[in-house]
Structure formats: C-alpha cells, structure tokens
C-alpha cells in the first residue's frame, strides 16, 4: 500500500535522541506513513536502534561519507513514495496528531505545503518557549526577510508534486537550507497553518555549531539569490539582526555562554546595540538570574504549554 506520508529523518550520530523521535513518528494517529531514516555517516549505534524497531515502515538509507542535512533531505526525497513529504530533525518530537491535522488543513484548504506551531523544550522535556506561527500571508512576506516557520525542520509537511516542481534542498547550504527552501514553496503559494503545538523543538548543547562564519556567508547567499522577492520593501537586504539573534538565543539556552556572547557581539556590529545588554547577561549572570531572565522574556502562554505538555507527557520514556 503506497503510504499517505513519507516522513524523511536526517540523523548523525544522536542514536539515543533518535530513538525517541522515531516513537513520535511512527505512533502517528490516523494516517498512513513510511519513516526514511538518512543516516549521514554516522559512527555510533544508529544503524541498530533503526533494525531494533523491526517495523517495516522504516527504511534506512546510509552516507558513508557525511553530506549535510539538505543532501540527506534529499536522499530520503528521492526514494519517498507518500503524496506527502514530512521533515523531522533527529532531536524533536511530534504530538501523535501532528500529521493528521496538518495532512486535513492542507486538504481542506486545497494548500500544497503546511505549518504548525512549535513548543520549546529542554532536554528534560519542560517547555521553555515557543508559541503559534503567524498567519500563511505573513509567513510568505516574511521569508524573504527572515525565517518564519516555526521549528526548524521539524514542522512542514509538503505535496510531493510541488517539491518537484520548487526543487530539493540546496545542499551547498548549512544552515539556511530550510529557510531556502521554505522561500521556494511559499513563491509557489500560501501554506495552511495548524496553529497547535504540534512539535517539540528541543535545545541542548550538540544541537548548534561551532562554526560562526559560515551562516554569515550563507545570509550573503540568500540576499543575492531572492533580491527580486524583496524589491518592492524599504530594506532589501535580509533581516541579519534576527538570524545572529537566533543562534546566540540557541547557544544560550543550549548551555554554550561563551558562544553565545560572541555571537550577540556579533549582533552589535550589524547594528543591534541592545545585543550588547545581552552579551553582559550571556557572560555575567549566575545560572539563577540567567535562567529568570530567559523565562521572563520568552515564556510561552501558560494554555499554549499545557497543550504541549499533554502530550509530552504522555511520550514514553527516551
């Protein structure tokens, strides 16, 4: 039976987080899925935790070599067979009903691609932020600009057809190759929205990159490649200040200070002073007052956690 859904898994060497993601996806409620493990040159257990589900759902499909996320992405899409495509990155979770709502949103509003909301989690499993995506229109005006889809890798869910259409994802790319990606689909048209949170993005110390040029020269890259998208607005460069945020908000609760302090240094020099402020906290405040400070800024609804801890909750144990 061709599945519903393929759901394509990059993983390198996070056999343990692994495990537990692969639990989300393949107890998903109500619909039909295939899960394609992309093993990217791992040198841990990866291949045997896959073999121990015994579940001929999941296929595994091994680089020797590592290629990146976008081209194990695109390993997966090339022997996909659902209608659907879904993404998941090898450290989040899925609520059981994650493909269903968004696989009938995208039905019901003839939609080719959807999105859902996100819950941030710690390695515990605490939700320590997130919230709902914006609106299909905004979320289509903002990529130019900046990365509006929530959850990273982990939240789209795309008709087969238009990634045929709109093309794989850049593999020449390390960071921004969602983001690329994400402005393809929304050229093409409006995504549907399940504003729930659907996914659990969980921030932990391996999950971000020492390397902090090169997401620098990837934002070169897209101010170049998608000019014309951004031709009619006052700025016409992309939003740097919320890209360098990002990944110093990302070292910051993944633990990493002293990452995070260059790289909100780094948000200074492109013009954001008050990244200076958070330098000093990234670099003198003790755990405590660090970790109140982080809550007050970006503590989520208390309804929209509950709704997420519900079903984090229910999640077996890792």
């Known amino acids: 039976m061709t599945p519903t859904v393929s759901v394509i898994i990059p993983t390198k060497n996070r056999s343990r987080l692994l495990r537990q993601t ?29 073999s121990a589900l015994r579940d001929s759902r999941t296929r595994l499909v091994r680089h020797n070599t590592s290629l990146g996320v976008g081209a194990a ?7 996909a067979r659902g209608e659907y495509l879904a993404f998941v990155d090898d450290d989040d979770l899925w609520a059981p009903d994650k493909l269903a709502l968004q696989v009938a949103s ?5 939609r080719s691609w959807s999105c859902t909301g996100e819950a941030t989690v710690n390695n515990n499993l605490h939700v320590i932020g997130g919230g709902p995506a914006a609106s299909p229109e905004a979320i289509v005006a ?9 959850a990273g890798g982990s939240g789209v869910v795309v008709r087969r057809d238009l990634v ?26 409006l995504p549907s929205v ?13 999950n971000t990159s020492k390397n ?3 997401l620098l020269e990837e934002l070169t890259v897209l101010e170049g490649r998608y000019l014309a998208l951004r031709s009619a607005a006052a700025e016409r460069r992309v939003d740097r200040v919320f890209a360098i945020r990002w990944a110093a908000w990302n070292y910051l609760i993944g633990g990493r200070r002293a990452a ?48 997420a801890e519900a079903w984090l909750h229910a999640l077996p144990s890792a």
């Open 106 to 110: 995208m039905r019901q509003g003839d």
């Open 194 to 206: 399940v504003n729930q949170p659907l996914v659990a993005y969980r921030v932990h110390p391996k």
């Open 142 to 150: 903002a990529l130019p600009f900046r990365n509006a889809v929530p």
């Open 22 to 50: 692969l639990r989300t996806v393949l107890t998903q409620q109500d619909v039909d899925v295939e899960v394609i493990v992309v093993d990217d040159g791992s040198q841990d257990d990866t291949s045997e935790v896959v």
């Open 164 to 189: 045929a259409r709109c093309g794989t994802f850049d593999a020449g790319l390390k960071y921004t190759a969602d983001w690329d990606f994400w402005i393809r689909l929304g050229r093409d048209g």
């Open 260 to 307: 995070a302090v260059r790289w909100y240094l780094r948000a200074v020099l492109a013009g954001d002073l008050s990244s200076l402020g958070r330098a000093g906290i990234a670099a003198l405040a003790p755990t405590a007052q660090l970790n109140a400070w982080y809550l007050r800024r970006h503590a989520p609804d208390p309804e929209w956690a509950k709704a």
């Open 212 to 214: 902090t040029g090169t």
């Open 73 to 79: 992405r695109n390993s997966g899409i090339e022997i």
